[in-house]
């Protein structure tokens, strides 16, 4: 069982409940992006089951602009430095198949640590041909719902990649609870990915306004700042 903490109170949850793993990440609402330096540091202190790092620089689709691959390659650096166990990453090309260059790079920046590749499986128009040659780069473990919108409602993808892993595992993820955990062990997985969070007041007082905002959670938009924008901002008040 692969807990996905977003913070190190839960990765001290998940440890002392039992769990055999952890993938680290924050923000879960938008699908984790890689944790912070801090994190990591404490994470390396107190927790002592294995942790794989999600190395994801921003929400969003998982088609990333150079600028962005150097700081992936950058948190695979230290994360082997810090070293952890493995790491949680993936590349898309717009056309959402699996951009096979950049993603082996990660694989190779990597080096011994062991390589998920994440969700982004749930977005490959070919998952059976890609499992497969994903298997075949030395991938060690692909996370998927079986492209539905939750892992048991995606039960007849994942058996069919199921039947053909050998020396990567299949391991499901997204909507799997202590209600239905149970079903994947029968159907014969090794292993099961999920957050088992729940929520807890954090304040007295209910805000007055929300800090949240729907425009930046379109997946295949990503937000970046605008330079005629800012240059004309600069122009009117000067």
């Not at 128009?125 to 996370?143: A, E, H, M």
């Amino acid at each position: 069982m692969e807990i996905c903490a977003n913070s190190l109170q839960s990765a001290l949850h998940a440890e002392s409940g039992g769990a055999h793993r952890i993938e680290l990440c924050s923000e879960l609402g938008v699908g984790g992006i890689t944790p912070s330096y801090g994190l990591l540091k404490k994470i390396k202190e107190y927790i002592k089951i294995p942790v794989h790092v999600l190395i994801r620089p921003r929400s969003g689709d998982f088609s990333y602009s150079d600028y962005e691959f150097q700081i992936m390659k950058e948190d695979i650096a230290l994360c082997v430095k810090l070293g952890f166990d493995g790491i949680v990453s993936g590349v898309l090309q717009k056309n959402l198949e699996v951009d096979w260059e950049r993603t082996e790079e990660l694989l190779n920046a990597a080096g011994s640590l062991k390589f998920t590749f994440h969700r982004a499986f749930d977005w490959v128009p070919s998952p059976v041909t890609t499992f497969s040659k994903l298997q075949n780069i030395g991938v060690s473990t692909v996370l998927t719902s079986g492209q539905a919108k939750t892992a048991p409602l995606g039960m007849s993808l994942l058996l069919e990649l199921n039947k053909n892993s050998e020396a990567c595992t299949i391991m499901p993820g997204s909507g799997i609870r202590d209600t239905n955990a149970v079903l994947f062990k029968k159907a014969g997985f090794k292993a099961i990915h999920l957050s088992a969070t729940h929520f807890i007041e954090n304040s007295d007082a209910v805000p007055p306004l929300t800090m949240n905002s729907s425009d930046f959670l379109i997946e295949n938009r990503v937000a970046i700042t605008n330079f005629d924008m800012v240059r004309n901002i600069i122009k009117s008040v000067k």
